[in-house]
């Protein structure tokens, strides 16, 4: 079974301070996905990121896909309190099939 | 706009009462999803249907069915609800060609507690 963990599970950081998400596996993937949620509403996808070490910037989000297509980061630069609420990455397996690998999630507060 | 719609948001039932959770999407997507999720444990996939009338099982399939008679509705069913299916549950939906980079398109969720 693949697994993606996350890190760290919750962060409660002050306005204006810049942070960084992991999501890591011992499986390579074949595209990862983020997705942002916030409290009562469902998930919404932020970036999909397909190439080993691809890049992608989303504003103040910077996303990487690591060279081996088995880790991703997800850096944000001075956050902001619209920048809280529960960061999932998601894998789409090699195999092709429709089970997405959602991560465990990171609960992240930002603080005014 | 596009939209995922799941008829209640919240639900208390009882031990070994019959539930039904409803999902509406309005975007022709072929592929539909019905996940739970708890902290800590992520998305975990209960149900697939790819298409009407087609499903597969997910990764935790036991104690739930489905029903997928049209293209825009997919349903969840508790036959017997049981406490430790209280849960947050978010139904998803992708067009079929996305196949597997595609953007999954979630509705609110529906947060069930089992007493």
């Known amino acids: 079974t693949q697994l993606l963990e996350q890190s760290p599970q919750f962060l409660s950081i002050q306005e204006g301070e810049n942070l960084t998400v992991y999501c890591n596996s011992s499986?390579?993937?074949?595209?990862l996905q983020w997705y942002r949620q916030e409290p009562g509403e469902g998930p919404v996808l932020l970036v999909t990121?397909?190439?080993?070490?691809e890049v992608k910037k989303l504003k103040r989000l910077t996303f990487q896909f690591g060279d081996a297509r088995k880790d991703s980061s997800l850096h944000i630069t001075a956050a902001q309190p619209g920048d809280t609420g529960l960061y999932l990455c998601?894998?789409?397996?090699?195999?092709?099939?429709?089970?997405?690998?959602f991560g465990t999630g990171t609960r992240l507060k930002v603080l005014a | 706009d596009v939209k995922v719609t799941q008829s209640s948001r919240y639900l208390v039932k009882r031990t070994g009462e019959k539930v039904f959770l409803e999902c509406v999407q309005d975007?022709?997507?072929?592929?539909m999803f019905w996940y739970r999720q708890d902290p800590g444990l992520g998305l975990r996939l209960i149900y697939f249907?790819?298409?009407?009338?087609?499903?597969e099982k997910g990764d935790i399939p036991e104690g739930y069915s489905v029903s997928r008679e049209k293209k825009e509705r997919f349903s969840l069913i508790l036959e017997s609800a049981s406490t430790n299916q209280t849960s947050m549950y978010l139904c998803?939906?992708?067009?079929?060609?996305?196949?597997?980079?595609?953007?999954?398109?979630f509705g609110e969720g529906s947060r069930l507690t089992v007493l």
């Open positions: 998803a939906s992708r067009p079929d060609w996305a196949s597997n980079t595609g953007e999954l398109f």
């Open positions: 499986s390579v993937f074949s595209s």
């Open positions: 990121v397909v190439t080993g070490g």
């Open positions: 998601a894998g789409t397996p090699t195999s092709g099939t429709y089970k997405y690998i």
């Open positions: 975007m022709d997507h072929e592929n």
């Open positions: 249907s790819y298409d009407v009338k087609m499903k």
